[in-house]
């Protein structure tokens, strides 16, 4: 699971990013290395799905999203 956390947090920062430069120089970073159609709309939807899985890991983990303690081993 801690792999999957790290994988999944990679790709919200680099998602954030690329909002990042939406909001402040109105670029795309993902529409211009892909361009538009539904590649990129997948990469969004696959920015989402980890930012559901993070928020996910962290109710169930409660802060606890990159270490392993007794009870998650079971």
Partial sequence: MIIANIITLCVLILGSFNWFLVGVFSWNLLAWIFGTGIFV?????IVGLCGVWLLIQLCVRRRRLFTEDETMRR
């Fill in 41 to 45: 709309r997948i990469l969004y939807a």
